[in-house]
């Protein structure tokens, strides 16, 4: 039987006890209805898991007690950024939890001159929130035990001008009229970072600053598929070819 796994706040350490409140205690107590005893496997997100149990439930609170650490790992041995133009609702949702399981390791919100979502910096920072929560959510179904960074919304200008992936990585961008098809792109030496427009896709000007920055434009196919379903067709791609999948 697969075991419940609950991702923590960290750093932790074997023999503690850890409370969980709120949010977090919820889906044990009242949605997975477990009890004292019940066996989980804990982690902080930086790698490795605990198996742990449950040494108290009472009313809206659980006290997990850990246990010994296992140096499970689970990522991708290719480096794999996604830079996502920022969609709106649950496309952009949507993008963030499959981007998640299939092992991306960053990633990037980009606002571009067709992206619908408009953000001010409080509004920013509550979608980083919300969108580190489907974050985690899909590391403790996935069994990822490292979680994926999430940068803050950045302008697409900005992130071609020096946040454009690290220093070596192949650079892509999704585009329906790209010379190149998957079997073009060669074995990356680095990571690998894909750049996808959101509805509507990117303006000419935006391509051609993204091929400027060192980006190949990329088809996937006949067909101009939706952002979200661009964004995990060509992760899904990538990493069977160059990555675990």
């Given at each position: 039987?697969?075991l419940?796994?609950?991702?923590?706040?960290?750093?932790?350490?074997a023999?503690?006890?850890?409370?969980?409140?709120?949010?977090a205690?919820?889906p044990?107590?009242?949605?997975?209805?477990?009890?004292?005893?019940?066996?989980?496997?804990?982690?902080d997100?930086?790698?490795g898991?605990?198996?742990?149990?449950?040494?108290?439930?009472?009313?809206?609170?659980?006290?997990?007690?850990i246990?010994?650490?296992?140096?499970?790992?689970?990522?991708?041995?290719?480096?794999?950024?996604?830079?996502?133009?920022?969609s709106?609702?649950?496309?952009?949702?949507?993008?963030?939890?499959?981007?998640t399981?299939?092992?991306?390791?960053?990633l990037?919100?980009?606002?571009?001159?067709?992206?619908?979502?408009?953000?001010?910096?409080?509004?920013?920072?509550?979608?980083?929130?919300?969108?580190?929560?489907?974050v985690?959510?899909?590391?403790?179904?996935c069994?990822?035990?490292?979680?994926?960074s999430?940068?803050?919304?950045?302008?697409?200008a900005?992130f071609?001008r020096g946040?454009?992936?690290a220093?070596?990585?192949?650079?892509?961008?999704?585009?329906?009229?790209?010379?190149?098809?998957?079997?073009?792109?060669?074995?990356?030496?680095?990571?690998?970072?894909?750049?996808?427009?959101?509805?509507?896709?990117?303006?000419?000007?935006?391509?051609?600053?993204a091929?400027?920055?060192?980006?190949?434009?990329?088809?996937?196919g006949p067909?101009?598929?939706?952002?979200?379903?661009?964004?995990i067709?060509?992760?899904?791609?990538?990493?069977r070819q160059?990555?675990?999948?």
């Amino acid at each position: 039987m697969r075991l419940t796994r609950v991702h923590v706040a960290g750093p932790l350490l074997a023999g503690q006890r850890v409370r969980l409140e709120g949010s977090a205690a919820s889906p044990i107590t009242r949605v997975l209805r477990l009890r004292v005893g019940a066996a989980l496997v804990v982690f902080d997100g930086s790698g490795g898991e605990y198996e742990s149990s449950i040494d108290k439930a009472h009313g809206g609170e659980v006290i997990v007690a850990i246990g010994a650490r296992a140096g499970t790992e689970r990522e991708s041995p290719l480096p794999l950024t996604l830079a996502q133009g920022i969609s709106r609702g649950e496309r952009m949702d949507l993008v963030v939890q499959k981007a998640t399981e299939l092992g991306v390791s960053h990633l990037v919100p980009v606002l571009t001159e067709r992206s619908v979502v408009r953000l001010t910096a409080q509004q920013s920072d509550r979608k980083v929130n919300h969108w580190r929560a489907i974050v985690i959510a899909a590391c403790e179904q996935c069994g990822r035990n490292r979680l994926p960074s999430l940068a803050a919304p950045v302008p697409l200008a900005e992130f071609l001008r020096g946040n454009a992936g690290a220093a070596g990585d192949t650079r892509l961008v999704l585009s329906p009229s790209g010379a190149a098809t998957l079997g073009d792109v060669p074995r990356p030496g680095g990571g690998l970072t894909v750049l996808v427009g959101p509805e509507g896709g990117l303006t000419d000007e935006e391509e051609q600053g993204a091929r400027a920055a060192g980006f190949t434009a990329l088809r996937l196919g006949p067909r101009v598929l939706r952002t979200e379903t661009a964004a995990i067709a060509a992760l899904a791609l990538l990493q069977r070819q160059f990555g675990d999948l």
